[in-house]
């Protein structure tokens, strides 16, 4: 079982912030043959809900709390993105991104996000306002996705459409782990 190292993230360059959000939008027709490189995945996941300063993460969570982990569903495998240390912790050796969901370009896309929420870290909230609080957090980093994919060219859709409690079982959360959403993230099939 292999943790893959991230290269160093890039920081800099990208789309100008008003073209990217001009072109934010969901892209499902993705090219299977083309394979994200391990520079973009790091930079990706680190515009997702990586570290950008001390105790701070590129997206905001009520109270700070950085309930979600982010299980990165590979062809090697899953993983769980380690933000500390710029590192893919191997969870699971198998490839499991069919299994995210049943939309046709779900086992086809290289890269499926799966947002994995630790709700027992949520304190003083009701049942109702736990569930709010996480699926706040869970857009914003969607929305990093969707705009470091507008600026880099790449496809992505947010995705509830998952079979959160199978895929649960699959990956042996704990009752209070759940999964928000899913996100696809590959390249455009070139225009015909
Ligand atoms: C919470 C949420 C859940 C979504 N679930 C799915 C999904 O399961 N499958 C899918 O193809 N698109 C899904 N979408 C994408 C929406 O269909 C898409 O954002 C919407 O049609 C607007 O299109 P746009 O993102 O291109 O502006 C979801 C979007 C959000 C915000």
Redesign the pocket.
């Known amino acids: 079982m292999q943790n893959i190292s991230l290269p160093e993230v890039v920081r800099t360059g990208g789309m100008p912030l008003m073209e990217a959000i001009s072109l934010r ?2 892209g ?1 027709d993705i090219d299977p043959s083309k394979d994200i490189d391990l520079q973009t995945l790091s930079n990706l996941l680190w515009a997702a809900f990586g570290i950008n300063r001390t105790k701070g993460r590129t997206a905001p969570s009520s109270h700070n709390r950085q309930e979600i982990e982010l299980y990165v569903c590979l062809k090697s495998g899953v993983y769980r993105y380690n933000p500390v240390e710029n590192l893919l912790e191997i969870l699971f050796e198998k490839d499991m991104r069919a299994e995210t969901g049943s ?1 046709p370009f779900v086992g086809e896309a290289p890269v499926e996000i799966a947002l994995v929420s630790d709700t027992t870290k949520i304190t003083g909230k009701t049942p109702q306002g736990v569930i709010e609080s996480t699926y706040a957090d869970t857009g914003f980093i969607c929305q990093n996705i969707y705009l470091f994919c507008a600026s880099e060219g790449l496809s992505t ?5 998952v079979p959160k409690e199978e895929l649960a079982a699959k990956w042996n959360l704990h009752p209070g782990q759940i999964i928000t ?1 899913v996100q696809t993230v590959g390249y455009p099939l070139p225009r015909g």
Request: hydrophobic share 50%; aromatic share 0%; glycine share 0%.
């Open positions: 939008r969901s499902r939309q859709v947010a995705r509830a459409l959403l």
